[in-house]
């Protein structure tokens, strides 16, 4: 137990760190608000909402495009990165196989390898098959990229999970298959959503592979098209705030929505 003193501290500590953490989140909001005729590169508080702002950035900078490409990328990273962590990570914690242990180290070289070092040559190849400037080329990359942290993440958690349990269940007559979709992964959900909702954050950002691999503008992500937005209105600083705040009110939403399982994943390998 601490005392009411440490207490009252650490919360002091916490919220100087909160408003140093939420004062540029504010200066955006803010800002976006801000009558275009009255904005500057400066903190501004308008005298009035102006919800216009969002509207006019919103189209005429096509975020609706956009926001469409980076919804499919990034589920569909999301998606199969998931099942193909959990079927992996399922399969390195409770099973034993000749080279185990050194196709799991290689594995985790994605981990240690920047995406930058390896871009160039990843563009080469994705041209040479015909997948530059498609979908695919922003899937099938981060994909790879985010399956050696997923499936660290799903290892660790299945092997925190007593061996009794899958033992009494292989007595029940369970099927390895059954094991795992019936039992682990129920009782793994909350490792499940924090693991996606990271993958989730990631490729919603994602910058450089999209500006490498596409060309047309409608296979643009928010990312992406919000940077070719932000060289058309150089000085127009309420629509930029906008349009910034557009691209990543979907991450803060959805941490909003997990905000609970998140915790509870990420305190998981801490609390037994």
Same mark, same amino acid.
């Given at each position: 137990?601490?005392?009411?003193?440490?207490?009252?501290?650490?919360?002091?500590?916490?919220?100087?760190?909160?408003?140093?953490?939420?004062?540029?989140?504010?200066?955006?909001?803010?800002?976006?608000?801000?009558?275009?005729?009255?904005?500057?590169?400066? &903190?501004? $508080? #308008?005298?009035?909402?102006?919800?216009?702002? @969002?509207? +006019?950035? /919103?189209?005429?900078?096509? *975020?609706?495009?956009?926001?469409?490409?980076?919804?499919?990328?990034?589920?569909?990273?999301?998606?199969?990165?998931?099942?193909?962590?959990?079927?992996?990570?399922?399969?390195?914690?409770?099973?034993?196989?000749?080279?185990?242990?050194?196709?799991?180290?290689?594995?985790?070289?994605?981990?240690?390898?920047?995406?930058?070092?390896?871009?160039?040559?990843?563009?080469?190849?994705?041209?040479?098959?015909?997948?530059?400037?498609?979908?695919?080329? &922003?899937? $099938? #990359?981060?994909?790879?990229?985010?399956?050696? @942290?997923? +499936?660290? /993440?799903?290892?660790?958690? *299945?092997?925190?999970?007593?061996?009794?349990?899958?033992?009494?269940?292989?007595?029940?007559?369970?099927?390895?298959?059954?094991?795992?979709?019936?039992?682990?992964?129920?009782?793994?959900?909350?490792?499940?959503?924090?693991?996606?909702?990271?993958?989730?954050?990631?490729?919603?950002?994602?910058?450089?592979?999209?500006?490498?691999?596409?060309?047309?503008?409608?296979?643009?992500?928010?990312?992406?098209?919000?940077?070719?937005?932000?060289?058309?209105?150089?000085?127009?600083?309420?629509?930029?705030?906008?349009?910034?705040?557009?691209?990543?009110?979907?991450?803060?939403?959805?941490?909003?929505?997990?905000?609970?399982?998140?915790?509870?994943?990420?305190?998981?390998?801490?609390?037994?």
């Amino acid at each position: 137990m601490i005392s009411k003193r440490e207490a009252t501290l650490n919360y002091l500590i916490l919220g100087v760190f909160a408003i140093i953490a939420l004062f540029p989140l504010l200066g955006v909001l803010t800002s976006a608000l801000t009558d275009p005729s009255e904005s500057s590169a400066s &903190l501004t $508080f #308008p005298s009035s909402p102006h919800f216009e702002n @969002f509207l +006019t950035a /919103w189209n005429e900078g096509h *975020f609706g495009t956009y926001m469409r490409s980076s919804v499919l990328v990034t589920v569909s990273v999301v998606v199969i990165s998931s099942l193909l962590a959990v079927l992996a990570g399922y399969a390195f914690a409770t099973m034993r196989f000749r080279g185990q242990s050194v196709l799991f180290y290689i594995l985790l070289l994605g981990l240690m390898v920047p995406s930058e070092a390896l871009i160039i040559p990843l563009y080469y190849d994705l041209r040479g098959v015909g997948l530059t400037d498609t979908y695919w080329a &922003l899937i $099938f #990359p981060q994909v790879a990229q985010s399956l050696a @942290f997923c +499936t660290f /993440w799903m290892r660790s958690f *299945f092997r925190g999970i007593p061996t009794s349990l899958i033992e009494a269940a292989k007595l029940d007559g369970a099927t390895r298959w059954s094991v795992l979709w019936k039992i682990l992964v129920p009782i793994s959900r909350p490792a499940l959503l924090t693991m996606a909702m990271l993958v989730f954050m990631w490729t919603w950002n994602e910058f450089l592979m999209p500006l490498v691999m596409i060309t047309s503008e409608n296979l643009r992500t928010a990312p992406l098209g919000l940077a070719f937005f932000q060289g058309q209105h150089t000085s127009q600083f309420s629509l930029l705030a906008a349009g910034a705040t557009i691209v990543a009110a979907p991450v803060v939403i959805v941490y909003l929505f997990l905000q609970r399982h998140f915790i509870a994943g990420m305190l998981a390998g801490a609390v037994k």
